[in-house]
């Protein structure tokens, strides 16, 4: 099956990535392999993961033994609030000059990654892969990959030599959330930005039927109470109509009933995964049939 070019397309969602892991788990399962997997943010994790030769079997252990302090890192310290407490006497404008670009640091999630996959480069992995990240000072499509395209790609650039790591965190870094990761000239973010679910880069790769996991909510979320998921929300809203477009590219849409789970939600870890393996399981005849065709 794996003949056919079959690329699998892992979207974007915070924790509810998770439930990619059991999407692969249920394909492997009944003998199908992706030839290409790209991702975005969560997506993006669960895909260098994959291409990096970590089964899906693996991942699940992984994530069941998941904890915030494993990925997440605060940008402030005591010092930090003490000093802008300081600022705000006298001078408001210059009290905004001196926050992070981030309430977290992503380096914990580069070296979760750096760890789990012996440190690799995404130039040196068996599998292809690409990652979907954002240049905040152009809007470009910045993408991750070791197979690039032969010719150029109008509002995207490609780059094909990066620590596995530093791809996933600026893949990962929601705005306002993460800080932005400076790499060769640009300041990179989220790549749900510009391709939430990327099914039309796994067409550019080469698939020839192409699979998109879509983690958007099918329900109204909680009213957000924190400035966290006041940003997540916005950002989600923002997506919505870019995500239709994505999934237009794709020839077979998975759509996990995930329930809202904050980032720090790792108690619906086991929710996440169950979610995400009916949703492969309802939607197996179809691709079954599509590998076939």
């Known amino acids: 099956m794996k003949s056919r ?14 439930a990619h892991i059991a999407v692969l788990e249920v394909l492997e399962e009944n003998g199908i ?66 926050l992070p670009r981030g309430l977290l640091r992503g380096a ?21 892969l690409g990652l979907v990240a954002t240049d905040l000072v152009t809007g470009s499509r910045v993408v991750f ?12 650039v490609f780059l094909k030599d990066a620590p596995l790591g530093l791809a996933v965190r600026a893949s990962a870094a929601i705005p306002g959330v993460f800080d932005p990761v400076p790499y060769r ?9 510009v391709e939430m679910v990327p099914a039309p880069l796994a067409r550019l790769l080469g698939a020839r039927v192409v699979v998109a996991v879509s983690l958007g909510l099918r329900k109204p979320a909680p009213e ?12 989600n809203i923002m997506t919505v109509r870019g995500t239709r477009h994505d999934l ?4 077979l849409v998975i759509n996990p009933a995930v329930a809202s789970a904050g980032l720090g939600d790792f108690e619906c870890i086991p929710q996440l995964l169950e979610g995400g ?16 065709q």
């Open 224 to 235: 957000p109470e924190s400035i966290l998921q006041v940003i997540l929300r916005s950002i």
């Open 145 to 156: 990959t070791n197979r690039p395209p032969a010719e150029p790609v109008s509002g995207s």
């Open 108 to 128: 914990k999630i580069a070296r979760y990654v750096h760890k789990a996959t012996g440190k690799k480069n995404i130039a040196r992995l068996p599998a292809p």
């Open 5 to 18: 070019k079959l690329g699998l397309a892992l979207g974007g969602g915070g924790l509810l990535g998770v």
């Open 33 to 98: 392999r992706p030839a290409i997997v790209t991702g975005t943010s969560a997506g993006g994790l669960v895909a260098a993961l994959y291409a990096a030769g970590i089964s899906p079997c693996e991942m699940r252990e992984m994530a069941l033994k998941l904890r915030k302090e494993d990925l997440f890192a605060w940008n402030f310290t005591p010092g930090t609030f003490l000093f802008l407490l300081i600022q705000t006497l006298w001078d408001l404008v210059r009290l905004f000059q001196l």
């Open 185 to 193: 000239g640009f300041l990179l973010a989220d790549g749900g930005l």
């Open 277 to 292: 393996r009916s949703a492969a399981l309802q939607a197996l005849p179809d691709l079954k049939k599509l590998l076939k």
């Open 248 to 251: 237009a590219c794709a020839d």
